[in-house]
């Protein structure tokens, strides 16, 4: 994340000319939305605090409108360019021309993809001119409504295109402009009233009053909602929250099915969340629908689908004169169905257009919800298979030392690139391992699983440390890689993912000692790091000093003579070996380990035991920041008894 104040020559913030600018790169992932909203509020909050001219205008509709704004902008951007995501806020103070203003920037980095928009003849300018989104229109959008909300509440808006760049910016005036006039007689926006009514809240009212109302219910309802539901990774959690967000502001009671991932067309929905406005008649509701669930067919699209009544022929009342209608939508997600919603409201023998094509918008935002916490159920299940594939079940005990663990995989679903590993050689020797292949994700876990079984297999052989290290170094170079790459394309596809950096070299860092217990007590060590974080010992007394040279990583070059140094390990003495996750965790531009924050930490764990001093050098690495660990950690602590 940055911000930044771009100034003219000579002047300082709170002149004329002076633009903050607040820029942050964001994830191709669901998630980006929330986390461009929050970037944008805290973005408004410093400026106001700075106390900038242009920020004197701030208010809580400009708040809100950017919130709105960035997260369509986003949304568009992560669904329709797939890939990472600029966002860049910029304050303009007022000119002789124009009022003071908050640009917001949103940029991808696919710009053949074409700007989806609500119509092909309202899709928004074709190059960076200036234009006005179209409101009201009366057919609904296949992807919802993005640009005409941006449209509605900014000044202008617009693309540009660069080379490898889209952007599309959006104008807000600062002052306290409001981009709803005073109520049209047209019917387009008189729908529009009521339909944002109906969304709001606070709207139990809705359509059967026939009032007019004013308001901007179904732009926030919109965009909360993308945000709640965007930040789940359970599909049941997903059908839950729908099912809150739909009753009462909606409907009188709804009903969400829930297509089995790989049943196929044989297999039956389940019924995964039943909500009514009236909890004793929840009961009641679930068991009619768990007698006939339903499954959409594909011809019917994403559109609204008239059923009858649950319970209806019961009673023996004729349809259409019940006061009752009951809807149902179809759940889809990449041209997949995923299931369908069923909803009905009392009192109306036909819900209006408009409000039917919102919750249509709404309904494609719960798809994309549950194709997206679907595709983190796939990764998250590779993951664990494949780290319970890579790391040692148990590892061995050293006679004459205790030694103590802590590997904490990063929490995205997606395995990494960290392992660790301690087994038992011929000679007397005991060997432990400390690596961390570059990057993440099923090319690292399949670098990882062939380094382990070939350092033990090296080890086991009875080549010294630093042979090791040639050896393994040349067999990472040699054509065994082509095979690691050919493996995790085939586990990449097998889990719906696109490896950005196929055909790249795969290099590791790696700690790799041996430990020969001596007859006096204590042990000789016999260590070397290439391109790891050094092993840090320490002495009773609080010393600390590093035990190891630093050398090339692993993978890089073919002629490289790897070194090793030896020491003994006194009763007392203790050995911490760390990933790049403990020295590079960051709290804003500072790492743990500057200026030897890690030195410093372990001198503190002078007298601990072995757990102990893992313990604390963890939980000083989880301190070190307020946001949880994005990188995986692993420590290993080797004290001798």
Known sequence: MQRDIVQGPGNTVGHADARPVARTSLPGNLLAPSAGRRFVEAALTEWTGLGLPAAVGFSERLADDAAVVVSELVTNAVVHAGTNVELLCRLEEATEDEAAALVLEVSDHHPARAVRSERAEDGGPADAAESRATTGSADPAEYGRGLQLVGTLAERWGITYRTGLKTVWARLPVDDWNPFPEPSTEPGFQQGLRAAELLAPNARRALRDGADWAGRGALSFLAEASDLLAGQLDEDIVAALAGQLLVPRLADWCAIWLEPENGGPAAVPRLASVWHRDEAETGQLRTLLEQDPIRLPERVGTGPVSLPWPGGEEDGEKADERPESALAYRITSGGRTLGAVLLGREGTAR????????????????????????????????????????????????????????????????????????????????????????????????????????????????????????????????????????????????????????????????????????????????????????????????????????????????????????????????????????????????????????????????????????????????????????????????QAG
């Not at 094509?357 to 194709?371: N, P, S, W």
């Open 351 to 638: 819900v209006p257009d408009e409000v039917t094509a919102l919750i249509e918008d709404f309904v494609r935002r719960v798809g994309l919800a549950v194709g997206a916490a679907r595709a983190y159920t796939r990764q998250a299940t590779i993951s664990r298979i494949l780290q319970r594939a890579l790391l040692p079940s148990k590892v061995a005990d050293i006679p004459g030392v205790t030694s103590s663990l802590v590997y904490e995989p990063s929490d995205d679903g997606v395995v990494g690139g960290d392992f660790y590993d301690i087994f038992p050689c011929p000679g007397d020797r005991w060997c432990f391992v400390l690596g961390d292949v570059q990057g993440s994700g099923p090319e690292a876990a399949v670098v990882t699983g062939l380094a382990r079984p070939w350092l033990r297999l090296l080890a086991r052989e009875g080549f010294g440390v630093g042979e090791v290290l040639d050896r393994l170094n040349r067999l990472l170079l040699d054509d065994a890689m082509e095979a690691a790459e050919a493996a995790a394309l085939m586990v990449a596809a097998a889990g719906g993912q696109q490896t950005a950096d196929t055909g790249q070299s795969r290099f590791l860092s790696l700690l790799y000692g041996e430990l020969v217990p001596l007859p006096d007590g204590g042990v000789r060590c016999t260590v070397a790091s290439a391109g790891h974080p050094l092993p840090l010992l320490l002495r009773p007394d609080g010393e600390v000093r590093p035990a190891a040279d630093p050398q090339m990583l692993l993978g890089i070059f073919d002629d490289v003579a790897y070194e090793s140094q030896s020491f003994d390990l006194a009763p007392g003495d203790s050995l911490l070996c760390v990933t790049d996750g403990v020295t590079e965790r960051r709290s804003g531009t500072l790492m743990f380990d500057d200026g030897d924050g890690l030195a410093r930490a372990l001198a503190d764990c002078a007298g601990l035991s072995a757990d102990g001093i893992a313990d604390r050098i963890k939980r000083a690495v989880h301190e070190f920041a307020e946001r949880p660990p994005d990188d995986d950690l692993a420590l290993l602590v080797l």
